[in-house]
């Protein structure tokens, strides 16, 4: 992997991927591009393109003039947010990555696009889910995740084309805060705590929901990315996660540096429902087995950088 090419990338994980890929293979060797014109500093001046992924001629064009070895597919709407249009979700998240997938393969890319704990549903085993297990997720973005993984194995096995992906889980980060998932309690309540030191949770008390801090993330996508295909039994759909966590227990742990933050509830139904037809917690293994995967944070050490962080704003 030397040259990248990155859709979403002004996304919750496109944004620190972005900066993680320049610094680690060189700023002219990273475009982001994303639906829109970046408004923060950190991308100005640096290359960026605008592309909607719907738009494969434009896709191919900004490919064929920056010659990537590889592409990053990150573009997508989360699970909260496609649930509002299951319509428009579908042509964002399967349009562009069937897009993605047929320039991959006409300029020989190597591909990731990640699918999530999402691609999981009520019938799943809850605890411990393996990697290989039923999948009949009951939301749009659920039906968008598992269709990709199979498609992503389809280009692989038919095509040849270098597909990889994992499977994450909730993401938490400082950098950018998610939008339109239902993981994003997650985030939202360290951001809370530090600015009105109480947060109104939408995802109920004791719901178990499997969570990872960025920068781990990151790491996971490069690991796999650069890891010998002969290591690789699977391609795609790696579970990886690093903890299994309830607004609670995110609670307790940011009352260790806040103690009089206050937790309360109001529970929106349809992400609680989401939630509940989402595994508690993922077995990571194959990942671990296959291609080293390592998580370093756990919730009381992303506890600890989530609010130095936040409050160095
Ligand atoms: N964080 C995502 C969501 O909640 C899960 O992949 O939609």
């Known amino acids: 992997m030397e040259r990248i090419i990155i859709t979403g990338a002004l996304g919750q994980i496109g944004t620190e991927l972005t900066l993680k890929l320049r610094e680690k293979y060189g700023e002219e060797n990273v475009l982001p591009t994303d639906i829109k014109e970046p408004e923060g500093e950190a991308l100005k001046g640096k290359p960026f393109e605008v592309l909607d992924v719907r738009d494969q001629e434009r896709m191919k064009a900004l490919v064929s003039e920056f ?63 393996p990697q290989v297990t039923i999948q009949r997720p009951t939301t749009m973005y659920g039906v968008n995740k598992v269709a990709g993984e199979l498609l992503c194995d389809y280009y692989h096995e038919k095509f040849g084309v270098d597909t990889r992906g994992v499977r994450f889980p909730g993401l938490i980060s400082h950098v ?13 309540i360290y951001f809370e705590a530090l600015r009105n030191g109480r947060y ?45 966590i309830n607004p609670e227990m995110v609670a307790n742990e940011i009352r260790k540096h806040i103690p009089d933050f206050e937790l309360d509830y109001d529970v929106d139904p349809v992400r609680q429902g989401i939630a509940e037809s989402w595994p508690n917690a993922i077995d990571s293994t194959e990942a671990k087995r296959q291609w080293g995967f390592d998580p370093r944070y756990d919730l009381e050490k992303m506890t600890e950088v989530m609010l130095e962080a936040i409050r160095n704003k």
Do not use: C
């Not at 998610?178 to 994003?184: C, L």
């Open 200 to 244: 109104t949770s939408f995802i109920d008390k004791s719901t178990n929901m499997d969570m990872m801090y960025m920068d781990d993330a990151i790491d996971a996508i490069i690991k796999l990315m650069e890891a010998d295909p002969g290591q690789l039994k699977d391609r795609n759909a790696f579970n990886v996660s690093a903890m299994s």
């Open 67 to 129: 010659k990537p070895d590889t592409m990053m597919h990150m573009a997508s709407l989360l699970s909260a947010t496609a649930e509002k249009n299951p319509q428009f979700a579908w042509e964002i998240n399967m349009g562009g990555l069937v897009n993605a997938l047929e320039t991959a393969r006409e300029f020989g890319l190597k591909f990731f696009t990640p699918s999530s704990i999402g691609a999981f549903g009520p019938s799943t085993p809850k605890e411990n889910t």
């Open 176 to 188: 950018k805060e998610p939008g339109g998932g239902t993981t994003d309690y997650a985030v939202e």
